[in-house]
């Protein structure tokens, strides 16, 4: 019986011994480290690949937002985005695909609607978008409804529209997407692609005012 009991009681003194250990290690020393190489090596991408503007976060480079003016360069579509209808504690917008086959209707009738209005709203007096340039990723959302770049073709049919909303020549806004304009990673992984919110800002830069839209709120 007390042989028992020693054995017991050692037992629970080194699973207790253990748990301590583990949770020195595994709940403070390597979180701790895990942060501290990731603040030391890359420190951006650590704290969430924050962007800025006027001294304030408005955003991540990693998010898509909504809601922009036409004064402004406008995100891909976010069909699949829907609020939160079960806790009302909280105002959420859920992100999400739209989940409608290349041959569904109701997704055909989208990408017509989204064709005319990109149409319309990136024709200018002196520039007409023609059906043929629209590109995929203006009338389509993304997987995620988050996607925070748009292609090089869709902010080249935005340009016209955001120079002549905003008093700027075609060249300018037109540098602007050229200096946004990120390769392919590696040279050969993905597309070329540009923020919409970093060019955005640029553009807000350029011409101070107060924006229609605030730049990192939807």
Request: glycine letters at 8%; hydrophobic letters at 40%.
């Given at each position: ?167 700027l020549s075609v060249a300018q806004v037109e540098k602007l997407v050229e200096e946004r304009t990120s390769g ?35």
């Amino acid at each position: 019986m007390n042989n028992s009991f020693v054995n017991t009681a050692r037992l629970l003194g080194a699973g207790l011994r253990a748990l301590l250990v583990l949770t020195v290690l595994t709940g403070f020393l390597y979180p701790l480290a895990v942060t501290g190489v990731a603040q030391a090596i890359f420190p951006t991408k650590a704290n969430g690949s924050e962007i800025k503007a006027d001294g304030k976060v408005v955003g991540s480079s990693l998010i898509g937002q909504q809601g922009y003016s036409l004064d402004y360069f406008q995100p891909r579509p976010a069909n699949g985005l829907g609020e939160n209808s079960v806790n009302k504690q909280y105002a959420l917008i859920l992100s999400g695909a739209t989940n409608r086959s290349a041959d569904n209707p109701e997704l055909v009738k989208w990408v017509k609607e989204a064709k005319a209005e990109v149409i319309k709203d990136n024709s200018t007096a002196d520039y007409k978008v023609r059906p043929s340039q629209v590109p995929a990723d203006a009338v389509t959302s993304s997987g995620s409804g988050l996607d925070p770049d748009i292609s090089p073709a869709y902010a080249d049919i935005q340009v016209h529209r955001v120079a002549e909303r905003n008093g700027l020549s075609v060249a300018q806004v037109e540098k602007l997407v050229e200096e946004r304009t990120s390769g392919r990673t590696l040279g050969f992984v993905g597309e070329p692609r540009v923020n919409v919110l970093e060019l955005n800002i640029a553009v807000r830069e350029l011409v101070p005012r107060t924006p229609t839209t605030e730049l990192g709120h939807t």
